[in-house]
């Protein structure tokens, strides 16, 4: 299996890793499957027990009991639809890069529910899959890029 990072992480104040979280901007079947993979990979390298893939309007939650070794007890335990109007606005220095243009989306969506803590405005099953751990999670955490994504002003 071909592996690569995640794309957003939620760490600890003492660095642990408390999410993952892999985005794809589509759901295409195999392209997901694959990231689910990879996610759960990421997820026993790491200790990492939670994992959540964002392909386009599609939010899977992953969690891993640690009840088998090498990420075999990580399963699939809810998954949700996210709008797209949930979502901020793109970023237009990512706008030729739909890839990075969707996980900056994303991870800034997931910095304003850490910073408000609201879930009241979420659709019902986003919330409920949200409900509970993940918001502390957010709370816990702090939200950041698992790479570069260069800048334009960079190159």
């Known amino acids: 299996m071909k592996t690569s990072s995640a794309d957003i992480l939620v760490m600890s104040p003492d660095g642990e890793y408390l999410m993952i979280v892999e985005v794809k901007n589509d759901d295409v079947r195999s392209r997901t ?63 030729r890069n739909p890839e990075f243009e969707f996980a900056s989306r994303v991870q800034r969506w997931l910095e304003t529910l850490q910073r408000t803590g609201s879930m009241s405005d979420l659709p019902d099953d986003l919330k409920s899959l949200f409900g509970g751990s993940i918001a502390n999670l957010l709370r816990l955490g702090e939200v950041r890029s698992a790479g570069p994504r260069w800048s334009k002003v960079a190159r």
């Open 33 to 95: 499957q694959n990231a689910i993979e990879q996610l759960k990979w990421q997820m026993a390298s790491t200790g990492c027990s939670v994992g959540l893939l964002v392909a386009g309007e599609r939010v899977i939650l992953l969690r891993d009991s640690f009840e088998k070794l090498n990420g075999e007890s990580i399963n699939i335990v809810g998954e949700a639809k996210l709008p797209d109007f949930l979502l901020p606005p793109a970023d237009r220095e990512w706008e």
